[in-house]
Nanobody, 130 residues
Framework: QVRLVESGGDSVQTGGSLRLSCAASGFPAGYYCMAWFRQAPGKEREALTSLYTGTSSTYYTGSAAGRFTTSRDNAEKTAYLQMTRLEPEDTAMYYC???????????????????????WGQGTQVTVSQ
């Protein structure tokens, strides 16, 4: 059974940092596009980052560039979202997502190009206070 489990969400003060984790299990062998999204109360889900497992290439939307960094530990099958200089506007539920991504279509992993994903985690809450 394919499963994504996020962890690491917490309450922090403005200017703080957090590292979120996304543990993947049950995925068949192959290449995947893994992404991070967030959704604040009353707002639409927002794409943040993506990473292609075949090359570890990373992509960022404007909301994430400069403060957020995504990475992956292949051995642990875990993706990470390192967030710095957090602001109250970053308060949201954070989700990781994944989909199979063929090698010859790896450019589709760019989160600015495509945001549909098959598999989602349950989310982890990040709250930033002033």
């Amino acid at each position: 059974q394919v499963r994504l489990v996020e962890s690491g969400g917490d309450s922090v003060q403005t200017g703080g940092s957090l590292r979120l984790s996304c543990a993947a299990s049950g995925f068949p062998a192959g290449y995947y596009c893994m992404a991070w999204f967030r959704q604040a109360p009353g707002k639409e889900r927002e794409a943040l980052t993506s990473l292609y497992t075949g090359t570890s290439s990373t992509y960022y939307t404007g909301s994430a560039a400069g403060r957020f960094t995504t990475s992956r530990d292949n051995a642990e099958k875990t993706a990470y979202l390192q967030m710095t200089r957090l602001e109250p506007e970053d308060t949201a539920m954070y989700y990781c997502a994944a989909r199979p991504q063929r090698w010859d279509m790896r450019s589709d992993c760019n989160i600015n190009k495509r945001t549909d994903f098959e598999h989602w985690g349950q989310g982890t809450q990040v709250t930033v206070s002033q």
